[in-house]
């Protein structure tokens, strides 16, 4: 998870997707509907009913910076899915704007689409979408094949791509040969090996094993780091969300109901569906010093000098790092920013009233 001021230099950054009033209906009457929803303010149901259309996205707004790891997640049929599709357009939204790094996708027709595409943008499925009559070094030099990029060339990217995936020594092998966290780890080197700016992942670990779930979440996130590529993750899982994301988008019946930093929507749920969302997470990896501390000035005319010898942590470290202090010292918490200045204070009592926050339900 990005640190407190690693998040807040990206939001300075010029977007490099940008998502603007995006809607999608589904449906033969789409545009009668749209009109009614937009005028009428007509609900989901009502728009089945009369017009037999279904909204899928429904006026979604938001931008995504340059080497974000931006979550998208939600319940099943909350639209999360249907959204991603259209930043590659395989999906045309009804109504809305979309770019990335600049470019306005919409405006894109089929021979340039399909470069933008090819070149741009590269999309991680959940079913792995391997094709079986070609060898795992294939598959994954399959985007600089239909680039034009020469045979040598593709194989060596492939290769070394493989190796980055931690599959060095597989590329003869087919897809049937493989595990299924082998197989979305081609997938995720087919991805790579393209070089894109945009990386889109549709629930990309969702139907694998827990351990290997976890483990593939780990090596995306290392990668993440070292290439910087900005992604959109799709996610029905929280915790993923939360592991993986600097950001957070949450939807339900098409629309986004909350976007901020995974400790943002926790600390903070807009609404009692998103509280009911975060109620079984921990917060002990999510909520940091930052969050929880309390002035320096406002402890000491309630407790008099803070002490110059007791604990000191950064502003950015997690609740269970400051608990353990909290085990070992009796002392109040100094907290302390990057440049080692006193920020604030935490107590024991600080500390219990967060956690014992945290596990209260509706």
């Known amino acids: 998870m990005a640190d407190v001021t690693d998040t807040e230099s990206r939001r300075t950054v010029e ?29 989901k149901k009502q728009v089945l009913d009369q017009y037999n259309c279904v909204i899928g996205v429904a006026d979604v707004s938001f931008d995504v910076v340059l080497g974000e790891i931006f979550c998208v997640m939600g319940l099943s049929g909350s639209g999360k899915s249907t959204l991603v599709r259209h930043i590659n357009r395989l999906l045309e939204p009804s109504a809305g704007r979309i770019s990335v790094g600049g470019q306005d996708v919409m405006q894109l027709q089929d021979a340039s689409l399909r470069k933008f595409r090819n070149e741009h943008i590269a999309m991680v499925f959940q079913n792995f979408a391997l094709m079986p009559h070609r060898s795992v070094l294939d598959n994954v030099a399959l985007p600089l094949e239909i680039r034009g990029v020469n045979k040598n060339q593709r194989m060596k990217v492939a290769a070394q ?8 020594g597989w590329g003869n092998k087919f897809a049937h040969e493989l595990s299924g966290g082998m197989q979305q780890r081609v997938g995720l080197a087919r991805a790579i090996a393209a070089d894109p700016q945009v990386l889109l992942m549709d629930e990309p670990f969702s139907a694998l094993d827990p351990l290997i779930r976890r483990q593939l979440q780990g090596q995306f996130m290392e990668l993440a780091t070292v290439m910087k590529k900005t992604t959109v993750f799709i996610t029905h899982d929280l915790d993923e969300a939360v592991r993986i994301g600097h950001r957070i988008a949450i939807m339900r019946d098409g629309r986004v109901v909350q976007i901020g930093t995974p400790e943002e929507i926790v600390m903070d749920p807009a609404d009692d569906y998103v509280a009911d969302f975060v109620a079984g997470i921990s917060r002990l990896k999510v909520v940091r010093a930052h969050a929880v501390m309390r002035p320096v000035s406002e402890y000491e005319q309630q407790f008099g000098p803070l002490p110059e010898h007791g604990p000191s942590f950064n502003q950015n470290d997690n609740l269970s790092v400051l608990i353990r202090a909290a085990i070992d010292s009796n002392e109040p ?6 440049n080692h200045l006193s920020v604030g204070v935490i107590t024991r009592k600080d500390l219990l009233t967060t956690v014992i926050e945290g596990t209260e339900t509706s």
């Not at 490099?16 to 609900?43: M, P, T």
């Not at 791509?161 to 060095?168: A, C, D, G, I, P």
């Not at 918490?333 to 990057?338: A, K, L, P, S």
């Open 15 to 43: 977007p490099a997707i940008c998502i603007d009033g995006v809607w999608k209906i589904f449906g033969d009457n789409w545009q009668l509907a749209l009109e009614d929803v937009r005028k009428n303010g007509a609900s």
């Open 161 to 168: 791509t493989l190796e980055m995936v931690e599959l060095q």
């Open 333 to 338: 918490i100094r907290i302390v920013d990057n």
